[in-house]
């Protein structure tokens, strides 16, 4: 057995939504210790409580950091990694000039596993622990990702995108092969290790209703695996769908009919969403997943967080680069802040670490798996360093409270202020 492990520093997460809690949802520790045996979660307290229960331990000590739960990207695409900040177009002139042309590269599993890896790194050193992941229309892409994320023994969610319609005949399956691909790939990973598998339909425009009925088919089939795709983005995408599907009720309506929601779907951005189309989320247990800095860079839009808030739908933060342009969810986090200042709202630190850790796991279906430090949770930690930059350093001299030196660590950090990446208790 590897000797336990105690971190001992300033120690925050979450135990519930401070938006609806407030600060009885926030668990902090100024002299805090987080014990870690065989990878989970073991004691978390004060140090001078927890300390001697744990003579036999090794320590480590961080000063002048955070300790927090490893951070989780509920949507990002790795194959897009290498096209990140891509010039000038909105959502659909940017998938054909950009994205599409990138993916074609994704049929080859070697160059596919050398962009899973610099991916996983980047994560890594951005205190990214978990991730749901497009992968492309090509199966070599899901095994490179899953190849490289089970070397690194890291739990990740991923699939192979399915699309049918609307796309380079390169990128195109068919309803039949996206089944068959998927089902593949579902019995060769799902459950590996801290692997998972999401279907993964790219969005309503790129699929036929019988490639949409493929993936209910897979998961009535295989019930614990995730869905995973994107929905009112974009109101040019949003007025297209309308076109496409004109008996569906709405763009949400589309994915229900289909029976593509439940409690492991997720959809990425939902900018334009009505309040029937929310109930309807809420009523399936479908989470969101809010990417900032994708809609400010393609121009889609302000996310109406209250509004997911009002319908108690589960919210993640998402990177999705490549239309994202940055891997990191404390800059993530900088970019929701701005978004909610121009709704007139304030979205605090302690909602946007929520987001970033509790929330994305329940968005995800793993609370009490992942996302905070409750007993026997595994041990993904990310820890943080208040002073990582002069500019840093000068703006923490200067912080008070906590939520201040947590704001100013979330609006002014990148991957400099991530000193340790933990994966089940291993520093990496
Ligand atoms: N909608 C459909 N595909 C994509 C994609 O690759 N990125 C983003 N941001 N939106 C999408
Ligand atoms: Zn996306």
Known sequence: MVKPLMLCGNILDFIGNPATMGEQAVRFFERGAVVIIDG???????????????????????????????????????????????????????????????????????????????????????????????????????????????????????????????????????????????????EKWHGVDRLQYAVTPRFAPTSTPDQLAAASALLQEFPSVYMHTHVSENLNECQWVSELFPEAQDYVGVYEEAGLLNKRSVLAHGIHLSDRELKCMHSHGTSVAHCPTSNLFIGSGLFNLKQMQAHEVEVGLGSDVGAGTSLSLLQTYNEAYKVQQLNGNKLSAFEGLYMATLGGARALDLEGTIGNFNIGCEADIAVLNYNATPIMQTRHAQAKTLHDKLFALMMLADDRAVTDTYIMGKAV
């Open 40 to 186: 989970k979660i073991a004691a978390l307290g004060e140090e001078s409580i927890i300390a001697p229960k744990y003579p036999d331990v090794e320590v480590k000590r961080y000063d002048q950091h955070l300790i927090v739960p490893g951070m989780i990207d509920t949507h990002v695409h790795f194959a897009q990694t290498e096209m990140i900040a891509s010039y000038g177009e909105q959502l659909l002139e940017w998938l054909t000039e950009h994205a599409f042309p990138t993916e074609e590269k994704f049929a080859d599993y070697e160059y596919a596993h050398k962009i899973a890896n610099f991916f996983l790194d980047e994560l890594v050193k951005n205190g990214t622990t978990t991730a749901l992941v497009f992968g492309t229309v090509h199966p070599e892409s899901v095994d490179a990702f899953f190849d490289a994320a089970k070397a690194r023994n890291l739990r990740m969610i991923a699939g192979k995108v399915m699309m049918d319609r609307n796309c380079p005949e390169a990128l195109q399956d068919t309803p039949e092969q996206s089944y068959l691909d998927s089902k593949t790939l579902i």
